[in-house]
């Protein structure tokens, strides 16, 4: 009898991982969370850079699957109960995991409410882009007066996050504050060499003409100065119309764009089409931890992505 995964794509069995992970932990997040400074955080992401720095004395659930978009969340009644005996939340901030004020307040944990010693905003410290104030108007790609939430794919960002979390570590449990500031050196001098690494091997696409599907890469794009053209998605969960498709195949033929950049939750129908009309590769890249197969954890996520635009450039 063949395996079943013979009948499942590689995005599916990350959902299915995820979810039977998941399950396992939530059954033993009582138990874990007596031993270890119980932390929750709002996506992947955030959970790989925390555990990072926790190291053995934390455990680490995040609320997001990593093949969703945060944005797009229904929370579940058990994300509730993880917060009512969580001694710490970090979460992206800048209006990404606004479902999150929810949760908080039927949790009636004030350590981990807004302005408790166990709140963490991500965002705080970094250089946000696409800052628009208030006002966002009808074109805006990511409506987010705020700025533009995907911070977390600049790699060179997680020096700031991580110096949050280590800061709110260190003032929950004072007794490890010594292992928490190691390990964030590690793992920041880890980083640090691949970040040359990484920015050797997308040397060659510098400028290089980009479509993405949704406006997930700004931050990405910045540090390794990578051009992204044009946006299928106009608006977070509207199809693009037919006119508008017709706009972003004729801008990649006037550009010479040859690369499709979707995430793997997004629909192929559109992307496969614009990139079929103009003659381009479609790449599929992981905006979070988890997102796909290989990106295991958040130095990983940037492996993973790198080696999919060297191998679409080629």
Not at 30 to 52: G, K
């Amino acid at each position: 009898m063949p395996d079943a995964e013979e009948h499942l794509g590689d995005e599916t069995l990350t959902v299915l991982r995820f979810a039977f992970l998941a399950g396992a932990l939530a059954l033993a997040w009582p138990a874990l969370a007596q031993e270890r400074l119980a932390v929750v955080t709002t996506t992947t992401d955030l959970r790989s850079l925390t555990e990072a720095v926790g190291g053995e004395h934390v455990v680490v659930v995040s609320l997001v699957p990593p093949n969703m978009d945060a944005e797009e969340y229904q929370a579940k009644p058990q994300d509730v109960l993880r917060l009512r005996s969580a001694r710490m939340l970090v979460r992206v901030g800048l209006d990404y995991d606004l479902w999150a004020e929810r949760l908080l307040l039927q949790a009636g944990n004030s350590t981990i409410r807004r302005g408790g010693p166990g709140y963490v905003d991500a965002s705080f410290g970094v250089t946000v882009l696409e800052l628009r104030g208030m006002s966002v108007g009808p074109g805006d790609g990511h409506a987010h007066g705020s700025g533009n939430p995907h911070y977390w794919l600049d790699p060179k960002n997680a020096e700031i996050v991580t110096g949050t979390i280590l800061e709110t570590l260190s003032r929950l449990d004072p007794a490890n504050a010594a292992s928490y500031e190691a390990n964030r050196a590690a793992f920041l001098a880890r980083l640090q060499a691949k970040l040359a690494d990484w920015d050797a091997k997308l040397a060659p696409l510098k400028a290089v003409p980009l479509v993405a599907y949704h406006n997930s890469w700004p931050y990405f794009a910045r540090r390794f100065r990578l051009d992204f053209v044009a946006f299928i998605e106009i608006k977070p969960g509207v199809p693009p119309s037919p006119s508008h498709l017709a706009g972003i195949v004729r801008t990649m033929k006037e550009r010479g764009v040859r690369i499709v950049v979707r995430e793997p939750h997004e629909p192929k129908r559109d992307v496969d089409f614009v990139a079929g009309k103009a003659g381009a590769k479609v790449v599929t890249l992981a905006a979070s931890v988890g997102a796909l197969p290989q990106a295991g954890d958040y130095i990983a996520l940037f492996d993973t992505n790198v080696a999919a635009l060297i191998a679409a450039a080629q």
